[in-house]
């Protein structure tokens, strides 16, 4: 530590990586392709998120749960989401988040990323409740 960083505080500091899940090959998990039994990720909660590549790649869905192993499934059966398979493909990533800050990271991470399906309908559906939350930053997945 600096004594300027002492003095003033560490400004520049960026917020906690909260080490986003990619595959044995550093890839991004394909949501159509994901097996959620090779991953175990049954009873384990977290934060995830959905995106689509293809020519004009765009954050999809932010959201929290509980159970991401069901999560994933649901999500994978949605309609909204699997119709958006043809822009080049959906991609996940989740992170394993403490249930007292995954409604603050979902907070913060969609006023950062602005996801292009309305969250109110597949909040219902997966039962994630941010609304009201203190944003918590994290790292953006990347």
Not at 1 to 8: A, Q
Not at 39 to 56: E, N, T
Not at 95 to 100: H, L
Request: proline share 8%; aromatic share 10%; hydrophobic share 40%.
């Amino acid at each position: 530590m600096s004594f300027l960083s002492f003095l003033f505080g560490d400004a520049e500091k960026p917020p906690p990586d909260p080490y986003w899940q990619r595959d044995d090959k550093a890839r991004f998990f394909r949501l159509l392709a994901l097996k959620t039994t090779r991953r175990d990720l049954a009873g384990r909660g977290g934060v995830f998120v959905v995106f689509h590549g293809g020519v004009q790649p765009r954050w999809v869905y932010v959201g929290s749960t509980a159970n991401l192993g069901a999560t994933v499934m649901a999500l994978q059966d949605h309609p909204d989401l699997t119709t958006l398979e043809a822009r080049g493909g959906l991609f996940m990533t989740w992170a394993y988040i403490k249930a007292d800050k995954r409604d603050g990271v979902v907070t913060y991470l969609r006023a950062r990323m602005k996801p292009e399906l309305d969250p109110s309908d597949l909040d219902k559906a997966l039962g994630c409740a941010p609304k009201g939350a203190r944003p918590q930053p994290v790292q953006l997945p990347g």
